[in-house]
């Protein structure tokens, strides 16, 4: 995929250094790995899950266990982003301005696929000076149809049918999802299957953890739980 | 009368509240041939006459009705080569709408932002208002739909309506023969009848111009062959 820049391995025991030291004794990390993430969705029987870490990073340390990288745009409608994480911020807050005039003018909610075209345009518009993240859009279509998908850093889309992820811990991720997912879970498997394979992969990534956010939403209700994973 | 004298600049408010420019050109638009359209309650028909200057243009290089896209078409009064230029804005609108959202655009929408082209030229300084005004038919998820739009910009939705020379007699037998459970064959019959109402000659295949969309969602000119069908079952 065209935004997968390639990682340079950390190593892997670091003795804590203070925050100024950290930035002369580093190695060089790709932009996308400044802040460290992971998300993931999953598509259920009539349902769907979207799931991130919590922790939000400056390079090696820890600045917050609590930092939100889902997103709602409408009832039916999540955006998880991950890379940098004052770009995903500020693509959310275009987003979200871009879907409330259209919810104006045309008096409906956007459908998934109409704003995953929406989130590729806005991202390509910025070809040769990206925003580094990488969105997961998670949805239930006109007839409650789960929809996910997932695009690069320019908006090159990729749908799937059973589950898209992003994010430093992606390799892990695809690894974990592809041995536990199974197609049509009822909302109560999918949240545990996409609980495991979450915390089992921030678990092999030391940029992102500290514990989990779930999101599970089917065409009557939407259950969000914190999960607590190694808090490290 | 006063009004004369604020009629230089398009931009300037008379002192009875009109915009005098705005004024004339629905007055270019009320001297303009014959259109109409009607919505059935399974698709919507548009129509007008196409009364050529002289019997030596080719009327096959004539066309009045126009789609804007594959389920939106567009008929007009008034000056053609104004509405050329407002077929070509709404087009490129309407694929911009699809560039950005990769789904049609819904005829709300188009009318609305070709509404808004058209208001914006009553508005800026060195420009003139269009003299057209447009009738609008398209199928979409919120099912038929015609609207008309004005000079001015401001545009309605109508379930039957008429522009151009003979509109008050043209509104007066749409009002008659309208139902609301119209088929679409029935309302392009009405359409014929109401095109002959105010017709100065013969009606023919090659003077009158129709164009339809139904639930298929394609917007379709109908051929002189066809229309010959639709006026001889009129007859």
């Known amino acids: 995929m065209l935004g997968h820049k390639p990682s340079l391995p950390l190593p892997p025991h670091r003795t804590p250094r203070s925050a100024v030291s950290a930035n002369l004794a580093t190695p060089a990390m790709s932009i996308f790995e400044y802040n460290g993430s992971a998300v993931v969705a999953m598509v259920g029987k009539n349902c769907f899950a979207i799931a991130s870490d919590r922790r939000l990073g400056v390079q090696l340390q820890t600045v917050a266990t609590d930092f939100q990288r889902v997103f709602k745009i409408h009832g039916k409608l999540y955006l998880g982003l991950s890379g940098l994480a004052t770009d995903a911020q500020t693509l959310y807050q275009r987003l979200v301005f871009k879907h409330k005039l259209y919810q104006l003018r045309e008096e409906r909610d956007m459908k998934p696929e109409t704003f995953a075209s929406l989130v590729s345009a806005l991202l390509y518009e910025k070809r040769f000076g990206p925003y580094f993240c990488q969105p997961i859009i998670a949805g239930l279509g006109e007839d409650n149809e789960p929809f996910i998908c997932t695009m690069d850093c320019i908006g090159a889309k990729e749908l799937a049918k059973d589950f898209v992820v992003s994010g430093t811990a992606s390799e892990s991720l695809y690894g974990a999802c592809e041995s536990m997912y199974k197609p049509n879970m009822e909302p109560e498997e999918l949240f545990e299957t996409i609980s495991q394979a979450l915390l089992s992969s921030v678990d092999r990534d030391c940029l992102s953890g500290w514990g989990g956010y779930v999101l599970v939403v089917t065409p009557t209700e939407v259950q969000e739980r914190v999960l607590k994973g190694r808090m490290d | ?235």
Do not use: C
Not at chain 2, 161 to 179: D, H, I, P
Not at chain 2, 181 to 190: G, K, Y
């Open chain 2, 1 to 235: 009368m006063g009004d004369s004298q604020y009629s230089f600049s398009l931009t300037t408010f008379s002192p009875s509240g009109k915009l005098v420019q705005i004024e004339h050109a629905l007055t270019a638009v009320g001297s303009g041939q014959t259109s109409l359209g009607i919505k059935a309650a399974n698709g919507v028909v548009i129509a007008t006459e196409k009364k050529l200057p002289s019997i030596l243009v080719d009327e096959t290089s004539v066309q009045k009705i126009q789609s804007l896209t594959p389920n939106i078409g567009v008929v007009y009064s008034g000056m053609g080569p104004d509405f050329r230029v407002l077929v070509r804005k709404s087009r490129k609108q309407a694929q911009q709408y699809y560039r950005l959202y990769k789904e049609t655009i819904p005829v709300t929408q188009l009318v609305r932002e070709t509404a808004a082209v058209m208001q914006e030229f009553t508005q800026s300084g060195g420009v003139r208002p269009f003299g057209v005004s447009l009738l609008i038919a398209g199928y979409d998820d919120n099912g038929p739909q015609l609207y008309q739009v004005d000079p001015s910009g401001s545009y309605f939705s109508w379930k039957a309506s008429a522009m151009g020379k003979n509109v008050s007699n043209a509104k007066t037998f749409l009002e008659k023969r309208y139902t609301e459970d119209m088929e679409l064959d029935d309302a392009i019959h009405t359409a014929i009848l109401t095109l002959k109402e105010g017709f100065e000659g013969q009606i023919s295949a090659n003077n009158i111009e129709i164009g339809v969309i139904r639930a298929d969602r394609e917007f379709k000119v109908l051929t002189p062959a066809e229309i010959k069908d639709f006026l001889e079952e009129v007859e």
